[in-house]
């Protein structure tokens, strides 16, 4: 099956401060990727989408300015939280579809995870 | 409003019976249906894929239905075995555009031996 890496799987940062999040798709090409946020015993929430070279399409209520989404290459797409604040402390995933083998893989493929904890 | 209602409460079962997991849709026009499995801290694994035009799909000891009249999502595993506890979470999928989910809050079962 197609593998989603994520890298950190945890940062603690201070308020104030910016953090990088990326995502790859290890073993297939990830023409969209999605970027969620879930909090404790919550479902995820879509934050955005993006297509490889694109702007990312922002979900309404998600502030494009301080989730900046970078989506470069078909294997990495990076999130950046801009001035983190303890509200912004979650538990952020993202997800890949895609070719592999040359086929086209409707469903989502997830990482691990990233565990983000703003001071 | 739209809602996606998965049962809030754990589902606690004995090793061998079959758990049924439930997803209820309100004002949503899904084209398909997704189940996923998450284990704590962890991204999920997708599980199962039905679209509306079907109304049972299998995989190994997984079950899904999709009743579109109803707006609702029947998840079963048979001989559930400790291993199968973990959080199931249910997704809606839309054609057209990026084809984002939209996710149910999930039910946690519990598998006891």
């Known amino acids: 099956g197609a593998v989603v890496s994520q890298h950190p799987s945890r940062v603690i940062c201070k308020s104030g401060t910016s953090v990088k999040i990326e995502c790859r798709s290890l073993?297939?090409?990830?023409?969209?990727m999605f970027w969620y946020r879930q909090f404790p015993k919550q479902s995820l929430m879509l934050m955005a989408t993006?297509?490889?070279?694109?702007?990312?399409?922002?979900e309404q209520g998600v502030e494009k300015d301080k989730f900046l989404i970078n989506h470069a290459s078909l294997t990495l797409s990076t999130l950046t939280v801009t001035s983190a604040h303890p509200e912004d402390s979650s538990f952020y995933i993202c997800?890949?579809?895609?070719?592999?083998?040359?086929?086209?893989?409707?469903?989502?493929?997830f990482g691990p995870g990233t565990r983000l904890t703003v001071l | 409003s739209q809602k996606i209602e998965q049962n809030s409460e754990a589902l606690n079962i004995q090793e061998g019976k079959t758990a049924t997991l439930t997803c209820n849709y309100t004002?949503?026009?899904?084209?398909?249906l997704q189940w996923y499995r998450q284990d704590p801290g962890r991204g999920p694994v997708f599980l199962l894929l039905?679209?509306?035009?079907?109304k049972e799909k299998r995989k190994e000891r997984l079950k899904v239905t999709f009743d579109t009249t109803l707006k609702q999502s029947l998840f079963h595993i048979t001989a559930s075995q400790p291993a199968d506890s973990a959080t199931y979470l249910c997704?809606?999928?839309?054609?057209?555009?990026?084809?984002?989910?939209?996710f149910g809050a999930g039910t946690r079962l519990a598998v006891h031996p």
């Open positions: 997800s890949a579809r895609g070719l592999a083998g040359g086929l086209f893989y409707n469903e989502q493929f």
């Open positions: 073993d297939f090409q990830a023409t969209t």
């Open positions: 993006s297509n490889e070279g694109s702007k990312a399409t922002y």
């Open positions: 004002n949503y026009s899904p084209a398909y």
């Open positions: 039905i679209r509306e035009n079907e």
């Open positions: 997704a809606l999928g839309f054609s057209g555009g990026y084809n984002k989910l939209i």
